[in-house]
Nanobody, 115 residues
Framework: QVQLVESGGGLVQSGGSLRLSCAAS????????IKWYRQAPGKERSWVAT???????AYGDSVKGRFTISRDNAKNTAYLQMNSLKPEDTAVYYC?????????WGQGTQVTVSS
């Protein structure tokens, strides 16, 4: 059974940090690109960051320099380290694993940043 389970969300003050985890099972994690997305209330889901199967990373402009995506293939887990958090980072954060036409999503974890 394929699963992606996000964890690590919560309530943090502006300027604080959180580390999100995305634990995978049921598929060959190392063969999939891993992406983080977020969806704020009343807004569309938007891309945050990617780590591909080669370990290369990419970031959206709004999080560049503050967030760091990483993966540990031995643990079948991806991470999103979020520093210098701002109230506008408040959203549900989702991880996605994709390869060709195969796509898996997690259920999301809530991040709330208070001002």
């Amino acid at each position: 059974q394929v699963q992606l389970v996000e964890s690590g969300g919560g309530l943090v003050q502006s300027g604080g940090s959180l580390r999100l985890s995305c634990a995978a099972s049921g598929f060959t994690f190392s063969g999939y690109h891993i992406k983080w997305y977020r969806q704020a209330p009343g807004k569309e889901r938007s891309w945050v960051a990617t780590t591909d199967i080669f370990g290369s990373t990419a970031y959206g402009d709004s999080v560049k320099g503050r967030f760091t995506i990483s993966r540990d293939n031995a643990k079948n887990t991806a991470y999103l380290q979020m520093n210098s958090l701002k109230p506008e980072d408040t959203a549900v954060y989702y991880c996605k694993a994709d390869r060709s036409t195969s796509v898996y999503w997690g259920q999301g974890t809530q991040v709330t940043v208070s001002s």
